[in-house]
Nanobody, 120 residues
């Protein structure tokens, strides 16, 4: 299983970016998929998740600005980030909780990370 993320970059404060993440490989089911981020010197934190049990989850700091959506047949999630702030600067990691077959347990998978920099 691989998670391929794209869409990071440099944007001015108040601007927008859209991240994409596609899961590929031997996938039986996905129970959670979304985004975490890690800023320099800080712990990795959840940004937004689409979950089977809890619905959509957002960090308080991004509510009203970020929106997560998914394309189930393509095993892809998108993160639309609007009204970006300098404090949103971080490496954004795609995450998914995946079963590779009916009998397997769910495992955590991570993408390679994509840099988002918000600066004037």
């Amino acid at each position: 299983v691989q998670l391929q993320a794209s869409g990071g970059g440099l944007v001015q404060p108040g601007g927008s970016l859209r991240l994409s993440c596609a899961a590929s490989g031997s996938i039986f089911s996905i129970s959670e998929m979304g985004w975490y981020r890690q800023a320099p010197g800080k712990q990795r934190e959840v940004v937004a998740l689409m979950t089977r049990g809890r619905g959509t989850v957002y960090a308080d700091s991004v509510k009203g600005r970020f929106s997560i959506s998914g394309d189930s047949p393509k095993n892809t999630v998108y993160l639309q980030m609007n009204s970006l702030r300098p404090e949103d600067t971080a490496v954004y990691f795609c995450y998914a909780e995946i079963k590779t077959d009916y009998w397997s347990d769910e495992d955590d998978y991570w993408g390679q990370g994509t840099q988002v920099t918000v600066s004037s």
